[in-house]
């Protein structure tokens, strides 16, 4: 059923996931690959209403677990909607964010027990999961010095810096829970040595 490969980037603010993600499309549509670009919280009609109201700051007395589920719903709609049916048709499909996420910044960031995380992923996830996950990791102080230029802060970036530090140091537990599937990459570099990390990671699958 599934013929396309599902990439997943992931990181901290201001880690280059954007940037990367870009160029990383580039190199697929160079190999004759079709993608489909996505990201999270949102992707989706549905899933962009459930960001605009994750990521409000006025909504700043919103529960941990409301702010969980809300990105489960988010995702639950990307995956069956749109991962899923691209995927069965052959693309690929490349999301900016995915489950590893939640368990950084609703278990790291929130302190949310992780088992709990746990229990809901594999409600909605089942075995669903990404081919690769390419974790850009850098320092918070490089990637908020990266992002410190742009305007408004949403929501969660008006977190504090220990926040960031415990989000970013689940990512790091994870990629080293599961190192078949999460590559920890270095991104304090240039953005072409990242990328060019990257593009054998995705020549191997
Ligand atoms: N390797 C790099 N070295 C220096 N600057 C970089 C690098 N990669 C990206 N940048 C710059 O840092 C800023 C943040 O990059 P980008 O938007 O790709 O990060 P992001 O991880 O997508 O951030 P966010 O989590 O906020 O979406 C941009 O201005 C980008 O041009
Ligand atoms: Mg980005």
């Keep these: 059923m599934r013929k396309g490969k599902f990439i997943t980037v992931d990181g901290v603010e201001g880690a280059g996931k954007s940037t990367q993600i870009d160029l990383i499309c580039s190199y697929l549509h160079e190999k004759g690959i079709e993608v489909v670009r996505t990201r999270e919280p949102?992707?989706?009609?549905?899933?962009?209403?459930?960001?605009?109201?994750?990521?409000?700051?006025?909504?700043?007395?919103?529960?941990?677990?409301?702010?969980?589920?809300?990105?489960?719903?988010?995702?639950?709609?990307?995956?069956?909607?749109?991962?899923?049916?691209?995927?069965?048709?052959?693309?690929?499909?490349?999301?900016?964010?995915?489950?590893?996420?939640?368990?950084?910044?609703?278990?790291?960031?929130r302190m949310l027990d992780l088992n709990r995380i746990s229990e809901l992923a594999d409600w909605v996830l089942g075995d669903f999961k990404p081919d690769l996950t390419l974790l850009l990791d850098v320092s918070v102080e490089v990637g908020m010095q990266r992002i410190e230029a742009r305007a408004a802060k949403d929501r969660i970036e008006l977190e504090e810096r220990a926040f960031f530090e415990r989000v970013r140091s689940v990512f790091i537990s994870r990629s080293e829970a599961f190192p078949e599937r999460i590559k920890l990459i270095d991104a304090s570099g240039s953005v072409d040595d990242i990328q060019s990390k990257i593009r054998s990671l995705i020549d191997s699958l």
């Design 42 to 109: 949102g992707g989706t009609e549905v899933g962009e209403k459930i960001r605009s109201v994750l990521l409000d700051v006025e909504n700043q007395e919103m529960h941990s677990d409301t702010e969980l589920m809300l990105m489960f719903s988010s995702r639950n709609e990307l995956i069956q909607n749109k991962i899923i049916p691209a995927l069965n048709e052959g693309f690929w499909v490349v999301s900016d964010r995915f489950t590893d996420a939640s368990f950084a910044y609703q278990g790291g960031g």
